[in-house]
């Protein structure tokens, strides 16, 4: 059992973050995972993004997802927006400062947003109904942020009209947390102390967050949680060394918890006074990192079976625990979030070095619709007009979004067949986005989506078999795109063949020739 004390309100005349302890308060520690069972994910993945590129941070709210974005590699970070009833996705605010962090409550997005050349700092707060966009000064410290950038952000949250998020006091040199209750009001600091004050998360009047008693990750940190409605500050867990990460929902708050001890990092639960270990007990300790919780379920980032960690989702009531993202020791999934049966997060499976971003949708599994077209004709001079038909299979398709891939505006939700005028020379990869509320699907980029104007054909093909005991006859097929009138093959066996047809066959007697297209 530990005892943990409750603060009451402090005097006027007291700093913020120095209190008088009055009494204590009992907390008990049990652990949850002792009767936890494994269940299998019932429900719907999709991805939300394909840019092979930077995109990670998701937050969600109702129908829309935001998140950090840079698909641009010659401008800066953005903050993008997904309409899951639309299908629209666009940067929520683009601008030439560099976005990060954001989050959302209702129709507005708060986020950090760094000048370029990072002399300056603000929190922004943008309506995206009413396209209004408010600014808030922010403080980060400098001396630290070219070498551990992401511990020096500003992290803002948002509930309803109140903004919150770690500023740095350029006096004390350490963090505070800092506030706006209101539209027009200005930022007042409300939690500082002789340590950092960092990660503050908010539902309603309670805010929860890291204290530390000195530098952020070299001291010990605990969770505290604030009423912003009389000005008080309890602690909610002093019983690990190092308490991070905190979210809250409702009467329920989670967070990380190390003792460095070789047991791992793992994720507690407070719930009406009990704090419970979620993390499941294993012969084998691994980590879990950044909790998120939304009424009875917790989501969580899991490293039980390699570095490159999983999403898991927990039923408080059920006792159960599921694991959302399809087993793999190639790819990670990351910053994962929740708001009602949906959960977000930041994906690497379509290429290790860049992220996506993926939804998956608790409940009966659907199958989603699959994206296709046809178009004609695909090559031809400056000014070629493509007439595009819509062959996707599948239902409900709520909206449809062409991308003619030369920079013109995308189409959105056409009736019937489009025609499309391409003006210049050049080779433009047509891309169609078909969704619902539970997926999206788009086109692969395949020759047979291109369009080529005034430009040279491209040699593709495959053989088959690719291996064998001699005599071996391979079968090669043509699958150039931009419409070739002539091929002419060159198989690796020292000489052109005569052959002058799309498709050939070969008759190879020598034990190994390897082939190319021209």
């Not at 829309?64 to 970070?77: F, K, Q």
């Not at 007042?188 to 929860?208: A, L």
């Not at 043509?478 to 063949?497: E, I």
Request: charged share 15%.
């Amino acid at each position: 059992m530990h005892q943990y004390p409750v603060i009451t309100e402090r005097s006027e005349k007291e700093k913020p973050g120095k209190f008088r302890i009055v009494l204590f308060l009992f907390v008990f520690m049990v652990v949850f995972s002792t009767g936890i069972a494994s269940a299998l994910p019932s429900g719907t993945e999709t991805p939300i993004t394909s840019t092979l590129n930077s995109l990670t941070g998701p937050a969600l709210y109702g129908d829309t997802i935001v998140w950090e974005d840079y698909r641009d590699l010659n401008g800066p970070y953005q903050i993008y927006q997904y309409n899951l009833i639309t299908g629209e996705e666009n940067p929520v605010n683009s601008s030439e400062n560099l976005q990060f962090q954001p989050a959302i409550y209702r129709n507005t997005v708060v986020w950090t947003e760094f000048s370029t050349d990072y002399s300056s700092i603000n929190i922004i707060k943008y309506d995206m109904v009413n396209r209004t966009r408010d600014e808030y000064l922010g403080n980060y410290d400098p001396s630290g942020f070219y070498y551990n950038y992401n511990y020096n952000y500003n992290y803002p949250k948002i509930f309803e009209n109140t903004i919150v998020w770690q500023d740095y006091n350029v006096t004390n040199l350490n963090w505070d947390i800092s506030v706006v209750r209101n539209t027009g009001s200005q930022p007042e600091i409300i939690i500082s102390g002789d340590g950092d004050q960092k990660q503050p998360e908010i539902y309603q009047d309670y805010i929860v967050y890291e204290n530390w008693t000195g530098t952020a990750y070299s001291t010990p940190s605990h969770i505290w949680q604030y009423n912003l409605s009389n000005h008080t500050a309890v602690p909610i867990s002093e019983g690990f060394y190092q308490e991070t990460f905190p979210h809250i929902y409702g009467d329920k708050i989670v967070w990380e918890a190390t003792n460095f001890s070789g047991d791992g990092m793992h994720i507690h639960v407070y719930d009406h006074g009990a704090i419970t270990r979620l993390t499941p007990l294993s012969a084998t300790p691994f980590d879990q990192f950044h909790p998120a919780i939304f009424g009875n379920r917790v989501v969580v980032e899991d490293a039980r079976e390699s570095a490159l960690h999983d999403v898991y989702v927990y039923d408080l009531v059920a006792g159960s625990e599921t694991r959302l993202s399809p087993k793999s020791f190639a790819y990670s999934q990351l910053f994962p979030d929740i708001y009602e049966n949906r959960i977000v997060w930041a994906d690497t499976r379509a290429c290790n070095t860049n992220w996506d971003i993926y939804l998956f949708t608790l409940g009966p599994a659907v199958v989603c619709p699959v994206a296709g077209f046809s178009s004609t004709p695909t090559t031809g001079p400056a000014g070629l007009s493509v007439t595009f038909t819509d062959t996707s299979l599948g239902v409900p398709i709520l909206h449809r979004t062409w991308n003619f891939g030369d920079g013109s505006p995308l189409l959105r939700n056409p009736a019937g067949p489009v025609t499309h005028d391409f003006v210049s020379a050049g080779i433009y990869p047509v891309n169609l986005t078909v969704g619902n509320t539970r997926c999206r699907n788009l086109t692969p980029d395949i020759c047979k989506n291109t369009i080529y104007v005034d430009s040279p054909p491209e040699a593709d093909f495959y053989g088959s078999p690719a291996q064998g005991f001699t005599p071996l006859t391979v079968h090669f097929k043509d699958t150039s795109c931009g419409a070739p009138k002539t091929w002419k093959w060159a198989l690796g066996m020292g000489a052109h063949h005569p052959c002058r047809t799309r498709n050939t066959r070969i008759l190879y007697r020598d034990l190994h020739m390897p082939f190319r297209s021209r």
